[in-house]
């Protein structure tokens, strides 16, 4: 039996998949070439997190950034988050 070595950082399940954030691969991109940051998410919580929903943001905004320090991609990912949380700050900002 296969050992489960990663869980989704979101809801825990085994076997999620790699799954770019706080950026998305958008469609007009080769995905060969695409070098974005990245967290373990099942499905079901990935899709969550492209229609908004608001747990699962949060919950990415806490443990993302853990999650990258601890796997050695805080150097490529902290521009990204950054970015991302600088224009949410803005958008909460202007509602």
């Not at 969550?48 to 990912?77: C, F, M, N, S, V």
């Amino acid at each position: 039996m296969q050992e489960v070595t990663e869980y989704c950082l979101i809801c825990g399940a085994p076997y999620p998949e790699n799954c770019h954030w706080p950026e998305a691969v958008g469609m007009g991109r080769n995905r060969k070439r695409v070098d974005l940051p990245i967290v373990p998410m099942c499905h079901v919580c990935h899709m969550r997190q492209h229609e908004g929903h608001g747990p699962t943001i949060e919950r990415l905004i806490r443990k993302a950034p853990l999650y990258w320090q601890a796997t050695g991609q805080w150097d490529k990912a902290m521009p990204y988050f950054e970015r991302f949380m600088t224009r949410r700050e803005y958008l909460e900002a202007v509602r």
